[in-house]
């Protein structure tokens, strides 16, 4: 799978498929300049021209201690979640070391394996470079994020949560497909906008952006009309 930038065409943009053909997060652009992201649907559909976010974060593997050393060169780190964590569900993501012994670190997750009820859930997570400082058991403390990318959803109307981008055609849930991210790209508004203006989240439709009119509302573009 590749994970550079993509010349898209026409048909590459609105291909949708069950089998991942590229790295999460991997960037595309038409030739008109316009720019996508290669994304992973979540649980239910992405509809066209909504806006999509990122999954929320999961605290079962939030500031988690490490359960085994880990030396300078290795490619595991394994800890022990607070909750069940299906297998490869960071693949794509990202490892950082949040506090102690190797702090300030972020390592490319390549995949884990499962942390079940039966084997106390503990997870073994892959990396894709060697660590370069040595984690100490017990001591050096983890944190597992998925890619922007994996498990999309509509906004929600409460702004809270990250804006990544906007599926130009329907993508199934658990579907891979390109999402939009720059350019001229038409997206539902729960209210009218005036060209010129800043767009966030909307608060009134699901998947809809309204104008931005206060601070701290997550700038999406700019309203092109």
Known sequence: ????????????????????????????????GRKFKYAKAGATLLAAGKLAVAADADANVVNKAVTAAAAIGSKEVK??????????????????????????????????TAGTAGNSYAVTVRLAEPIQVALVATTSEISLYKNDFDGLVISAVDQADLPVGVPVVPIAAGSYGWVQTFGIAAVLADEAVTRGQTVTIGTGVAGAVEAADLIGEPAIGIAAQ
């Open 1 to 32: 799978m590749s994970n550079i930038s993509q010349v898209l065409s026409a048909a590459d943009i609105t291909e949708v498929t069950s089998d991942k053909l590229h790295t999460l997060g991997t960037v595309g652009q038409t030739a008109d």
């Open 79 to 112: 800890l022990t979640a607070g909750g069940a964590v299906a297998a490869d569900a960071y693949a794509d993501g990202m490892l950082q070391v949040n506090d102690a012994t190797g702090e300030g670190y972020t390592y490319r997750i390549v995949g884990n």
